[in-house]
């Protein structure tokens, strides 16, 4: 089964950047949708953003959308999420998952990594 490993994140000050990654133990299949969620300190887990694998057809949360990016290097079987003009707000653990649909349900997502930490300093 593919596993999933983000790797990218750590504590950067207000305005400034970060690019997280996530890697697959093996081959991504057209047919798979890629996603991150986060989950900030207290609260439930909520999406970010997604890429259709086959497509590169993205769609981002709006308290993302224009700051973050995600984009996909399908020959490293890797998905990544630049995020530029970081917020406090933005601090969480930052997961990436595959599934088969186009949603920010979380709940159509069948494999999940174990998160990444970005903490945002005012």
């Known amino acids: 089964q593919v596993q999933l490993v983000e790797s990218g994140g750590g504590s950067v000050q207000a305005w400034g950047s970060l690019r997280l990654s996530c890697a697959a133990s093996?081959?991504?299949?057209?047919?798979?949708?890629m996603g991150w969620f986060r989950q900030p300190p207290g609260k439930e887990r909520e999406f970010v953003a997604l890429?259709?694998?086959?497509?590169?057809?993205?769609l981002y949360a709006d308290s993302v959308a224009g700051r973050f990016t995600i984009s996909k290097q399908n020959a490293e079987n890797t998905v990544y999420l630049q995020m530029n003009d970081l917020k406090s707000e933005d601090t969480a653990v930052y997961y990436c998952?595959?599934?088969?649909?186009?949603?920010?349900?979380?709940?159509?997502?069948?494999?999940w990594g174990q998160g990444t930490q970005v903490t945002v300093a005012s």
């Open positions: 998952a595959r599934g088969s649909q186009y949603t920010r349900d979380q709940k159509s997502y069948y494999t």
């Open positions: 093996g081959r991504i299949y057209s047919s798979s949708v």
């Open positions: 890429i259709r694998w086959s497509s590169g057809t993205t």
